[in-house]
């Protein structure tokens, strides 16, 4: 049964959802593609862009897109990430370099030069190209043209620069808002990829850099305040407001819309529970890769975060006893919750990386052992990574050993018992 309203399709592959950005109010539309024109959009969860043709444009600025698979969709696209489809080709059969906003566009004309003249050399680009997913190079190129931007409306030259122009770039993100300071790192990672990709330093890692990003989560803070706004910490979800969702949603037979959204929502908050916020099974969970059995269900996960080169997909199975897009994941989270009562302390709130705080902290407190917390979060780092995802005054309850004791040793589970 679809969960969605009106017409509004799915980008292909894309989860069933609520599409909850078409009740936002529309931001202040960027000049785009024209009626006709041929592009490319790239969806995240899938890895992958999707080839289209711009339909009709409403007058809220949503480009109404045809897929060359037949499916439709209405998008904002300053909000999305597209390429011009006649301009990757002339690129891709000339090696001429279309504007230098495309990332991967001159990255390509970088690896050409160094290796030359060789029936291999196009093989080799493939290579280097393909070492990052398309999710990522997009979301790059994406971050990099909005430093360009910046760059050129200060009249300052945008590849290479130094520290001083990135700290002036901290605080235009600043007074544009919308981008809290905890969510910087991926822009300064842009531009240290991007430059030390095209041979040159990184420039956003120095001292001053450090000073900036703190600067402006103080002022954002002091901002927040001035105006009356309650600043809340983001906090770890309770093993046992997991369970009583998890309980609740074991007896409801859904008989309508509403329920049946309720329900999706208590799945995605178990399921993401469990895999430590991971958002291949949250929001991006497709249907065909969940399996349900008589003994417990299995979510077959096909991208993990840094694997995707891997073939192999990984499983996660839950027995019966056990008990990106990032704003559908906080509304889930936030409905599941809300409807059984379960609040967050006073100075906190539940967002999606509650879930992944809550699974760390129950793991730790239970007595799983750090390498099996790294395992089981996926992190790649070692343990100083993952401590501040720990709660240290949680006291270990039955609702943690339901859903974490089995990976726990059996020698600390009866010590606590006891």
Not at 89 to 98: R, T
Not at 112 to 133: N, P, Y
Request: with cysteine; glycine share 8%; hydrophobic share 35%.
């Amino acid at each position: 049964m679809p969960l969605t309203k009106g017409n509004h399709v799915s980008r292909p592959g894309a989860p069933v959802s609520l599409h909850l950005r078409e009740c936002r109010a529309p931001a202040a539309v960027k000049p785009g593609p024209s009626v006709g024109e041929r592009l490319e959009v790239c969806c995240p969860r899938d890895d992958a862009w999707y080839p289209g043709t711009v339909a009709d444009i409403s007058v809220t600025g949503r480009h109404h897109i045809e897929y060359d698979n037949g499916e439709e969709e209405r998008l904002l696209l300053s909000e999305e990430l597209t390429r011009n489809i006649e301009r990757q080709l002339a690129d891709d059969e000339s090696g001429d370099v279309v504007p230098v906003s495309d990332w991967t566009s001159a990255l390509r004309k970088r690896w050409r030069g160094e290796l030359g003249a060789s029936r291999f050399t196009e093989l080799a680009v493939q290579m280097q190209e393909q070492a990052l997913g398309a999710a990522t190079r997009g979301n790059y190129d994406l971050k990099a043209k909005g430093f360009r931007d910046v760059c050129e409306e200060e009249g300052r030259e945008w590849l290479p620069v130094a520290e001083d122009t990135v700290r002036l770039y901290i605080a235009a993100l600043l007074e544009k808002g919308g981008i809290q300071a905890m969510s910087m790192q991926p822009y300064l990672s842009a531009i240290n990829n991007y430059h030390e990709d095209m041979g040159v330093p990184g420039p956003a890692k120095g001292r001053g850099v450090s000073r900036a990003v703190k600067g402006m989560a103080r002022l954002q803070v002091a901002a927040a305040q001035e105006a009356g706004v309650t600043v809340t910490e983001r906090t770890w979800l309770l093993a046992k407001h997991v369970r009583t969702v998890h309980e609740a949603a074991l007896t409801l037979v859904p008989d309508s819309e509403e329920q049946l959204l309720w329900l999706r929502a208590c799945t995605f908050v178990v399921l993401s529970f469990l895999s430590f916020g991971r958002p291949d099974t949250g929001s991006s969970l497709q249907q065909e890769n969940v399996l349900t059995e008589y003994d417990g269900v299995t979510a077959v996960l096909t991208r993990k975060k840094g694997r995707n080169h891997v073939s192999k997909k990984r499983q996660l199975s839950i027995p019966c006893s056990a008990g990106s897009d990032t704003d559908l994941a906080n509304a889930w989270l936030r409905l599941a919750l809300s409807t059984v009562g379960c609040v967050p302390p006073e100075g906190g709130h539940f967002s999606a990386h509650s879930t992944r705080k809550g699974a760390t902290t129950c793991t730790r407190t239970v007595g799983v052992a750090m390498e099996k917390v790294c395992f089981l979060g996926e992190w790649s780092q070692l343990p100083s990574a993952v401590q501040a995802y720990i709660h240290p005054t949680a006291v270990p309850d039955q609702a943690m050993r339901s859903y974490f004791g089995w990976v726990a040793p059996q020698g600390v589970c009866a010590q606590e018992r006891r």
